[in-house]
Every structure is written in structure tokens, then in C-alpha cells.
């Protein structure tokens, strides 16, 4: 999370590396402009991974009364439920590779937002912050009725706002513990001025799907190929009229809703009656009311070094171990907290 993370937060680091003020890096999936041009050589180093190398199953879930259906990505067979939602452009297997490392203690579901990945919705375009928690609750209610697990929320930048709003909600009794990943109010808020310049300035055709790989990596958006190899896939669609593969998402087309993404995030988060921790690229992303409430020891924070925006894709180990440690600090199983007192812990 940037200092200003709790919102739209840069999904790109490489922008900092590059001397670019924090304001104005990106709060999209690879939004940002190569600092090389891609090589020639991409072949297998860049091919494309399948889902089913991380987790166990994949399925489409009909919302009753609706025409949308949302693809979901599920791992693990007992303890809590960590339900993880992606980022602005990314998709589910944005949590591909950390899965497989979580599932081993934990389940593990990963969504593909409205407007994203294999999801398809009669309203591809509204991302608005009701909307998308709308969804959320929807998507548990169908996986698991009146009687769901243990739930951590998991929200990487846009959806790491999502999971926010969705906990502040207290519409699910068994939630337990709340995570999220590289997103401040403060930085957030501040780099939605330059989004649209930085959405237009990234490349947006690709020959192929190898290629697509190749520059989210050189590019910045994602320092780890393994996990590029498979996430990148799912953002892309191929365009027939342009014989190329394009972004799947139209983030440009959705500027309307992306202040409500983060503004008041930081209280918001704050006010969240469950555990909770905060994950960051950098120290300095701390806005005012969470530097505040960090010292009132309200949230854990934990500054993830050597990587980018999407620390789940770039240190995928580092990141289940983080999660899983959350878990175990509270006390957080299949039915909840197993101790009686940990849940009203102030965090």
C-alpha cells in the first residue's frame, strides 16, 4: 500500500525506480511505460501457465435473479476461507502462485472481478464501489449460503478498497480478519489525476500472449515471470478486428467510479471491527489517519521490501507466509476465532 494506498495505488512500482513522483504512479495493472524495449527472444520464458498449476479448481457461479456470472478460483480443503480480490486490470490469478503456498494451511478463493478475467456481466463497466461489494456478498452467499466459514478478506489496491467497504458493511457475521495489499487513501487519491494519461501511454496491442508476458515485466507492473506467465494471460482478450489480443478490461472507460474506490478509505479501515492488517511496498505510504492509527495500535503493518505494487505476484512466498502468519496470530480457523476474547482484539 502506498502512503496513499488505502485507494487506487500505483500497480507499478517502476515507476519509483524510475524517479517518478509516488503521486503519479499507476493504480492499474501494468499502466506503466517499459523502461527497454522487449527483446526478441520470448519464446517459452514467456509462454503462458495454466491455472491448474496453483489451484485445484476453477468454476462459473450464476448469481440467482441476474445474468452475471463470475469466475472463481478455489485451493485448499479446511481452515478459514482467505478470499481474494484483485486489483484494477489484474484477475483472480493475480493470486495464482501465493495460493499454492496458502492452501496448505487454509482455503483459498480468488474472484475474477466484474469487468475482469473470465467474469462476464450485463454491466461490464460498473465499477462502482457498491456495485463490486454488491458482488462480493453475492459471490459468498452463492458459494456457501447461510452458513459460511471463517472468512479473510484479501484486497490487493482497487479490490483491496473493495474488501474494505465489503468488512465496514457487517453484513458477514463470520468475518475474521482483513488484509490489505498496497492501498492508501493518501497516495491513491492523489495519482487518479495522471491515470487516464498513464492508461493511454501503455501498450496496448500485443501479437501475442508471450509478448504481453514480456512487457508487464520489463515493463515494471510485475518483477516475477513465473507469476506473469500466469496472471497476464487472463487480462487479454483477443480482438478479431485488429488480429492482436488487447486489455480484457476497459479501465479508461470507468473514471467515473474510481474516486469512490478510495476516498475516506483510511477511516473506513480504520472503523473495521475485525483484525487487520496492512501490506506495503514502502514505509512512506502512510497517510495521516493510519500513520495515527498505527500507533494507536489499531492495524498490523507489515513494509514488504524488494517489490513492486502487486506483492502478491512479485514475493508470492513472503506473501502466503504473511497471511498465514495473520492467521495464526489471531487465532483465526475454520469457524472463526478459536480463543474467546481475540475477536473484539483491537485492531
Same mark, same amino acid.
Given at each position: 500500500?502506498?502512503? $496513499?494506498?488505502? &485507494?487506487?495505488?500505483?500497480?507499478? #512500482?517502476?515507476?519509483? %525506480?524510475?524517479?517518478? =513522483?509516488? @503521486?503519479?504512479? +499507476? ?19 514467456? $509462454?503462458?501457465? &495454466?491455472?491448474?498449476?496453483?489451484? #485445484?479448481?476453477?468454476? %462459473?457461479?450464476?448469481? =440467482?435473479? @441476474?445474468?452475471? +456470472? ?278
Amino acid at each position: 500500500m502506498d502512503s $496513499s494506498h488505502l &485507494g487506487a495505488v500505483p500497480e507499478d #512500482d517502476a515507476s519509483a %525506480d524510475q524517479g517518478q =513522483p509516488q @503521486s503519479q504512479q +499507476s493504480a492499474f495493472a501494468f499502466a506503466s511505460l517499459p523502461h527497454r524495449p522487449p527483446s526478441q527472444s520470448s519464446q517459452k520464458k514467456y $509462454s503462458p501457465v &495454466g491455472w491448474n498449476e496453483y489451484f #485445484d479448481r476453477e468454476e %462459473d457461479l450464476v448469481i =440467482p435473479e @441476474s445474468n452475471d +456470472s463470475f469466475h472463481v478460483y478455489t485451493a485448499g480443503e479446511e481452515g478459514p476461507v482467505v478470499f481474494c480480490l484483485h486489483g484494477g486490470g489484474y484477475s483472480g490469478l493475480s493470486f495464482a502462485l501465493s495460493a499454492s503456498k496458502i492452501k496448505e494451511k487454509a482455503r483459498v478463493v480468488a474472484v475474477d472481478l466484474r469487468g475482469h478475467g473470465k467474469s462476464c456481466t450485463e454491466n461490464e463497466l460498473d465499477l462502482s464501489i457498491e456495485t463490486l461489494c454488491n458482488d462480493v456478498l453475492a459471490i459468498l452467499k452463492r458459494m456457501y449460503g447461510e452458513s459460511p466459514p471463517a472468512i479473510v478478506l484479501v484486497g490487493h489496491s482497487m479490490g483491496g478498497s473493495v474488501a474494505v467497504h465489503v468488512a465496514a458493511k457487517k453484513a458477514l457475521p463470520t468475518m475474521a480478519g482483513l488484509v490489505v495489499v498496497d492501498v492508501v487513501e493518501g497516495t491513491a487519491m492523489a495519482s487518479l489525476i495522471h491515470m487516464q494519461k498513464i492508461l493511454s501511454s501503455r501498450m496496448q496491442h500485443f501479437s501475442n500472449i508471450d509478448k504481453a508476458v514480456e512487457w508487464s515485466v520489463k515493463g515494471g507492473s510485475l518483477r516475477n515471470i513465473e507469476s506473469a506467465r500466469a496472471s497476464v494471460p487472463s487480462t487479454l482478450k483477443y480482438d478479431d478486428s485488429k488480429n492482436c489480443y488487447i486489455y480484457r478490461t476497459r479501465l479508461e472507460e470507468t473514471e467515473q467510479y474510481w474516486r469512490g474506490w478510495y476516498e475516506g478509505l483510511s477511516d473506513i479501515f480504520l472503523s473495521c471491527p475485525v483484525p487487520k492488517l496492512l501490506l506495503l511496498a514502502g514505509a512512506d505510504r502512510l497517510d495521516r489517519s493510519l500513520t495515527i492509527g498505527q500507533m494507536q495500535g489499531k492495524f498490523q503493518m507489515v513494509v514488504v521490501r524488494h517489490t513492486g505494487h502487486a506483492i502478491q505476484e512479485d514475493v508470492p512466498d513472503e506473501f502466503a507466509s504473511l497471511i498465514l502468519n495473520f492467521l495464526s496470530r489471531n487465532r483465526i480457523g475454520p469457524h472463526g476465532v478459536q480463543i474467546p476474547g481475540i475477536r473484539s482484539w483491537k485492531s
